[in-house]
């Protein structure tokens, strides 16, 4: 016989069945079990192939509009000839195709601001927009306002109910520029958006919820600045 007891619990454990399968040997040995089992099995099957062939097409044309290394610099304005600057090129082509949060570090004036600008450009997200904020020009009592946003009255000179700077790139690009100059109390919020994609606003008790790719840069050294607790 094609299905007994013993096929059925290795297809079930192997996850290749659904459990409506489970039941007794002489259960499983009949003809109407044998049938529905074997139906379970062949739409199981059936509906992982569509969703493999599906994910490799777009996966293929994934590859098709990723650029090639002289198309993304004629296209961004990257002038080199910097076998270093190359590597850099080619994996800012890879990652602006995924939405993982970036950080860009580098002495001032490298460029940092050029690649983020260019990863948002070549990504998913190119038709939405990109927020830049600095965060070493903006004073440190208002910055928390600025990135999250506020209720009116929520503060002494909040006449009106205001979007940050999360909302105004939702389903967009972010650029946290000079992030290692936010202050601690801020960036435990910022933790906190990076996990969950949700915050308040300063004075509000509604969760908001929004979809944003962050992408920060900085001239510290981060690794050295978490040493001194700052």
């Not at 007891?5 to 039941?23: A, E, H, Q, V, Y």
């Not at 570090?105 to 990109?130: C, M, P, Q, W, Y």
């Amino acid at each position: 016989e094609y299905f007994n007891s013993f096929t059925i619990k290795f297809l079930i454990r192997g996850g290749f069945l659904p459990d409506l399968c489970f039941g007794t040997q002489s259960e499983l040995k009949t003809k109407s079990c044998r049938y529905a089992c074997y139906t379970a099995y062949m739409t199981y099957a059936f509906t992982n192939l569509w969703y493999f062939t599906l994910s490799f097409c777009n996966f293929r044309q994934d590859l098709r509009k990723m650029m090639t290394t002289e198309e993304f610099q004629n296209n961004f304005g990257i002038i080199t000839h910097s076998r270093k600057i190359k590597d850099l090129v080619d994996i800012s082509i890879q990652v602006a195709q995924s939405d993982i949060a970036i950080l860009i570090t580098g002495e001032s004036g490298v460029g940092k601001d050029v690649f983020a600008r260019a990863i948002h450009n070549a990504s998913k997200r190119a038709n939405n927009k990109l927020v830049s904020v600095n965060c070493g020009a903006i004073p440190e009592g208002i910055l928390e306002s600025e990135l999250f946003g506020h209720e009116k009255g929520s503060f002494t000179g909040a006449t009106d109910e205001r979007k940050g700077y999360f909302e105004i790139a939702d389903n967009g690009t972010l650029f946290l520029d000079e992030i290692g100059e936010m202050p601690l109390t801020t960036q435990v919020k910022l933790l906190r958006v990076l996990e969950t994609n949700e915050f308040m606003r300063i004075g509000s008790e509604r969760v908001t919820k929004v979809d944003v790719r962050i992408i920060a840069a900085t001239n510290k050294n981060l690794q050295q600045e978490v040493d001194a607790k700052r």
